[in-house]
């Protein structure tokens, strides 16, 4: 079956090191979104990327970074300059540009000790 | 970034009774999506609708597209225990190809025994 992958499903980190968190899918998919949620609150948009080698910052950059590769992959690191990184991520896939429903993967959660 | 204003936040009901819920926005979308997320999980998608005053059932659920395109209904008839969650409402308007999400803050629905 077609999807998206996220691992790892829970990570701890210290204080002040670097995290990547991963995010694959086979659904051949252009467009890939990082998310970052927090309780009570909606989704925001960390950075997307709409092709290969490319890839623009959302909403709440600041302190992360990303990279794509290859089309199926689009991890997300988390970097130390991030004040405030305890939170659930979410990676999500769009079709094609003209689509407007996103795919989601089932999150990875992040703990900072 | 945008988001929406999403209500109720959070609502308490029983086994068999129905729900209603509701995004809106200060700008207007072409495109409404209705995700639920169950605990841990990512989101999933209910529904989406296309055009202004359209009405989209997917079994128990039925949603609107408001004639003003600035605001989206969700109803949920007959509620059982598997629909306890967090449902988001999404929005979106073309920009030449690159369509963005805005996303409500969500409804937590929690079912009382």
Redo the contacts between chains.
């Keep these: 079956d077609g999807g998206i992958t996220q691992s790892p499903k829970y990570l701890f980190r210290k204080e002040g090191q670097n995290v990547t968190l991963s995010c694959e899918q086979n659904l051949n998919h252009d467009a890939m979104y990082w998310y970052r949620q927090d309780p009570g609150q909606g989704l925001r948009l960390i950075y997307y990327s709409q092709i290969v080698n490319d890839f623009q910052k959302g909403d709440i950059a600041e302190g992360y970074s990303v990279s794509r590769e290859k089309k199926e992959s689009f991890p997300l690191t988390v970097t130390s300059a991030q004040k405030n990184p305890t939170a659930f991520y979410l990676c999500a896939s769009r079709e094609s540009p003209g689509a407007n429903v996103l795919t989601f993967g089932a999150g990875s959660r992040l703990t900072v000790l | 970034?945008q988001?929406?204003n999403?209500s109720p936040?959070s609502m308490f009901i029983q086994e068999g009774e129905d729900v209603s819920m509701n995004c809106t926005s200060s700008s207007i979308f072409n495109?409404w999506?209705w995700?639920k997320q169950d605990p841990?999980?990512?989101?999933?998608?209910l529904i989406?609708l296309y055009k202004a005053g359209e009405l989209t059932s997917n079994g128990r659920l039925t949603a609107q597209f408001g004639i003003t395109r600035k605001d989206s209904f969700l109803n949920i008839s007959a509620s059982i225990p598997s629909d306890v969650g967090i449902y988001?409402c999404?929005g979106?308007i073309s920009n030449f190809?690159?369509?963005?999400?805005t996303?409500?803050?969500?409804t937590r629905l929690t079912i009382i025994p």
């Design positions: 970034g988001q929406l999403q936040q495109t999506l995700y841990g999980e990512g989101p999933v998608l989406a988001f999404a979106a190809g690159n369509e963005k999400l996303f409500g803050t969500g």
